[in-house]
């Protein structure tokens, strides 16, 4: 890790001197919801319009910013960070660069003030170089911390469009009643005072840390040592165990192509009172929505830059969509949590939402759903989701022949067979050990999709036995069998044999 901690209030000679022949390219205001957070300058060796060749520039750049709000908290500072540099850099995973960006973000202890400055050197000979109110926090030796911080002032998706615009250096006339206010922004050395207490409370936390992190390392190692001699006795016995399955994160998938929710041909609704009407299209819509959500659950993958920089809570979004699966007017209010996930559940839905296409039977050419999302970095599991019930008027018009009978319980068991095997792999140590064997469970599948399990045959080796039986309870809960069926359960055999 290439962060070092100084206690100095000056920069070195040799950067004072690099800075001092650079231009001045441009300068704008960072806003967000009307309130200016800072003023920001960007000085080059040579004044220069193009974003591409700037970032590829390597001679001596500096980024400055001026505090101009009365309070820039540390969650702030934290979260614009973290949303501005993940939207305008690809996820490179460098571990060096992450350590370096986490630390950028998470430095303050306490609020930046008016007056405050922030200073992000590259000089072509060092390398990057971050310092607030004249006290060094962070030094690199490459360019890769400076052009992501770079890019989020000339990315794709800057704060604004006129913030990039002037910082390209364009309409720098306009400019002059900006520059006189950034010029007069200045901080006292009483600034600097706090800014080196941040650094000496870090440094000896991170001591602490490092301490403690030894600690642990050396209780893993040991515990490793133990499980591998627990293993290679366990091999060797015979007797049956009763195991408790690690917690399993479920497998993503890609949309679907588009299809359509199937609805059952029903009998005139002339016959029907208002009641079952009502009751009929409230079934198609709760139907519509959970193969919505099921959909959009599979779609969304945890943002690479959100799970590195531990963001995690609940995103839920609203949305119109019609009769096409077309989808309008999203919206949320979701103010308590990073915009990286709120962005990703936004991007599931219209990702998956146009394959879903409702249910003929269901009334309206337009539908408000609504769907949620937990994101947490240890797993990706949801509550489960419950298929709805179809109601009484519904059931009696489901008639299916013999042969559309037997291929739709075939095809259920195909299906619910196939989830639980593609879980199934050879554990490692069971490989090294070159254990073999056949293992079968019987599998009792409720309607609802929920199982009950009993031992059919075990091997000899408890690992693989273990394998099998998580697979099978990390799978559920299992599709819901067929409606259709009319079948409040039904039994399949999980068979493996390791070789």
């Given at each position: 890790?290439?962060?070092?901690?100084?206690?100095?209030?000056?920069?070195?000679?040799?950067?004072?001197?690099?800075?001092?022949?650079?231009?001045?390219?441009?300068?704008?205001?960072?806003?967000?919801?009307?309130?200016?957070?800072?003023?920001?300058?960007?000085?080059?060796?040579?004044?220069?319009?193009?974003?591409?060749?700037?970032?590829?520039?390597?001679?001596?750049?500096?980024?400055?910013?001026?505090?101009?709000?009365?309070?820039?908290?540390?969650?702030?500072?934290?979260?614009?960070?973290?949303?501005?540099?993940?939207?305008?850099?690809?996820?490179?995973?460098?571990?060096?660069?992450?350590?370096?960006?986490?630390?950028?973000?998470?430095?303050?202890?306490?609020?930046?003030?008016?007056?405050?400055?922030?200073?992000?050197?590259?000089?072509?000979?060092?390398?990057?170089?971050?310092?607030?109110?004249?006290?060094?926090?962070?030094?690199?030796?490459?360019?890769?911390?400076?052009?992501?911080?770079?890019?989020?002032?000339?990315?794709?998706?800057?704060?604004?469009?006129?913030?990039?615009?002037?910082?390209?250096?364009?309409?720098?006339?306009?400019?002059?009643?900006?520059?006189?206010?950034?010029?007069?922004?200045?901080?006292?050395?009483?600034?600097?005072?706090?800014?080196?207490?941040?650094?000496?409370?870090?440094?000896?936390?991170?001591?602490?840390?490092?301490?403690?992190?030894?600690?642990?390392?050396?209780?893993?190692?040991?515990?490793?040592?133990?499980?591998?001699?627990?293993?290679?006795?366990?091999?060797?016995?015979?007797?049956?165990?009763?195991?408790?399955p690690p917690k399993t994160i479920t497998k993503k998938k890609e949309p679907p192509k588009k299809k359509k929710?199937?609805?059952?041909?029903?009998?005139?609704?002339?016959?029907?009172?208002?009641?079952?009407?009502?009751?009929?299209?409230?079934?198609?819509?709760?139907?519509?929505?959970?193969?919505?959500?099921?959909?959009?659950?599979?779609?969304?993958?945890?943002?690479?830059?959100?799970?590195?920089?531990?963001?995690?809570?609940?995103?839920?979004?609203?949305?119109?969509?019609?009769?096409?699966?077309?989808?309008?007017?999203?919206?949320?209010?979701?103010?308590?949590?990073?915009?990286?996930?709120v962005t990703e559940l936004e991007r599931a839905i219209l990702s998956a939402a146009p394959f879903i296409l409702?249910?003929?039977?269901?009334?309206?050419?337009?539908?408000?759903?609504?769907?949620?999302?937990?994101?947490?970095?240890?797993?990706?599991?949801?509550?489960?989701?419950?298929?709805?019930?179809?109601?009484?008027?519904?059931?009696?018009?489901?008639?299916?022949?013999?042969?559309?009978?037997?291929?739709?319980?075939?095809?259920?068991?195909?299906?619910?067979?196939?989830?639980?095997?593609?879980?199934?792999?050879?554990?490692?140590?069971?490989?090294?050990?070159?254990?073999?064997?056949?293992?079968?469970?019987?599998?009792?599948?409720?309607?609802?999709?929920?199982?009950?399990?009993?031992?059919?045959?075990?091997?000899?080796?408890?690992?693989?036995?273990?394998?099998?039986?998580?697979?099978?309870?990390?799978?559920?809960?299992?599709?819901?069998?067929?409606?259709?069926?009319?079948?409040?359960?039904?039994?399949?055999?999980?068979?493996?044999?390791?070789?």
């Amino acid at each position: 890790m290439l962060i070092r901690y100084l206690f100095t209030l000056l920069l070195g000679t040799s950067l004072i001197q690099t800075c001092l022949s650079l231009e001045l390219n441009g300068i704008g205001s960072y806003k967000q919801l009307q309130k200016e957070f800072y003023i920001g300058a960007l000085y080059l060796d040579q004044v220069n319009s193009d974003p591409s060749a700037i970032l590829a520039n390597t001679a001596s750049k500096r980024m400055t910013l001026k505090v101009t709000a009365k309070r820039w908290s540390p969650r702030r500072w934290e979260l614009q960070w973290q949303n501005d540099i993940a939207i305008n850099n690809s996820f490179d995973n460098d571990p060096e660069l992450i350590n370096q960006i986490m630390f950028f973000t998470a430095f303050l202890e306490d609020n930046l003030t008016t007056g405050d400055e922030i200073l992000i050197d590259y000089i072509a000979s060092a390398g990057t170089i971050i310092s607030i109110n004249g006290v060094v926090i962070i030094e690199t030796r490459n360019a890769k911390l400076f052009n992501n911080l770079l890019n989020v002032w000339i990315g794709k998706l800057p704060p604004s469009g006129e913030f990039k615009t002037h910082i390209l250096g364009s309409d720098k006339a306009s400019q002059q009643a900006l520059l006189n206010r950034y010029n007069q922004v200045n901080y006292g050395y009483s600034r600097s005072n706090v800014i080196s207490s941040w650094i000496q409370a870090r440094k000896d936390a991170q001591l602490a840390e490092q301490r403690k992190q030894e600690a642990e390392k050396q209780k893993a190692l040991a515990a490793k040592q133990e499980k591998a001699k627990a293993l290679e006795k366990a091999a060797q016995e015979q007797q049956k165990k009763t195991y408790i399955p690690p917690k399993t994160i479920t497998k993503k998938k890609e949309p679907p192509k588009k299809k359509k929710i199937t609805s059952v041909a029903v009998e005139s609704t002339a016959k029907k009172s208002k009641k079952e009407i009502a009751a009929e299209n409230q079934y198609y819509l709760d139907l519509y929505r959970w193969e919505l959500i099921r959909e959009v659950r599979n779609v969304v993958e945890y943002p690479e830059w959100a799970k590195r920089f531990g963001q995690s809570g609940q995103a839920k979004l609203t949305f119109n969509i019609n009769r096409n699966a077309e989808v309008s007017n999203i919206s949320g209010d979701n103010s308590g949590i990073s915009p990286l996930l709120v962005t990703e559940l936004e991007r599931a839905i219209l990702s998956a939402a146009p394959f879903i296409l409702p249910p003929d039977a269901l009334a309206g050419n337009s539908w408000t759903i609504t769907i949620d999302y937990t994101f947490d970095p240890k797993s990706d599991l949801q509550q489960p989701l419950k298929r709805p019930i179809k109601p009484k008027s519904l059931v009696s018009a489901d008639n299916i022949s013999r042969a559309d009978y037997k291929a739709t319980l075939s095809n259920y068991i195909d299906d619910v067979t196939g989830i639980i095997m593609g879980r199934i792999e050879y554990p490692v140590w069971a490989k090294q050990l070159n254990q073999k064997g056949k293992v079968a469970f019987e599998v009792e599948i409720n309607r609802n999709g929920s199982i009950s399990i009993s031992e059919k045959t075990l091997s000899r080796h408890q690992i693989l036995n273990q394998e099998v039986l998580d697979a099978i309870k990390a799978s559920e809960p299992l599709p819901p069998i067929p409606e259709a069926l009319n079948l409040n359960r039904t039994q399949i055999t999980i068979e493996y044999d390791f070789k």
